[in-house]
């Protein structure tokens, strides 16, 4: 019975990890980006009176995020990729995600800020990152955006857990989503 349970798990795991490689591979290779959500940080939104520039007052990462950001560090490293572009949201959670990913220095970008506090400012701040993507071209080296779900849903229409990178496939002026890479398992 166990072995036929270790079976069944090793066959509905197998595509997901051939397609997470797929994916992967894509990000080395170019025309595709990694738009990834912040790590851990418990709570939703931000404590009333929040400042951008005091972290002292947001919703911050958790010690469980901190090693969620590293291990997600870890497995672009894993994949081939050790350094990226990297671009973040100005709120501390996704600065402290994208520094402890350590793929080189952190750009802060104020389009990828929360839209929680005003979605009015969707369509707009949507179309920067999107000019912000297609400006990237063909440089040597991935992309990465660290940002919010409430930024992530609008620009890939997914819903992404805590941590996860969702895969974009830019052609051109179209860009569209190539995939999932689920964050990494509590404990790596």
């Known amino acids: 019975m166990k072995f036929l349970l270790a079976c069944l798990i090793w066959m509905f795991a197998l595509p997901a990890a051939i397609a997470d490689d797929a994916l992967w591979s894509a990000l080395r290779s170019g025309g595709h980006i990694a738009l990834m959500r ?34 997600s560090g870890e497995r672009f490293r894993a994949h081939g ?74 620009l890939s229409g997914i819903f992404p857990a805590s941590g996860e990178i969702i895969v974009l496939r830019v052609d051109g002026d179209e860009i569209t989503v190539a995939g999932r890479i689920p964050p990494p398992a509590a404990g790596r």
């Not at 959670?93 to 990828?112: I, K, Q």
Request: proline share 7%; hydrophobic share 40%; aromatic share 4%.
């Open 81 to 154: 990729i050790s350094r990226a572009a990297v671009h973040s949201s100005r709120w501390c959670r996704c600065l402290e995600t994208a520094t402890l990913l350590g793929l080189g220095p952190v750009t802060p970008f104020a389009a990828l800020d929360s839209l929680f506090p005003d979605r009015s400012l969707e369509a707009a701040r949507s179309e920067e990152v999107r000019a912000l993507i297609r400006a990237h071209g063909s440089l040597d080296v991935p992309l990465v955006l660290v940002t919010h779900q409430a930024n992530i849903t609008p």
């Open 38 to 71: 912040h790590a851990l940080a418990p709570g939703v939104g931000d404590p009333p009176g929040f400042r951008v520039d005091d972290c002292s007052t947001q919703r911050n990462l958790s010690a469980q995020g901190r090693e969620q950001a590293r291990a």
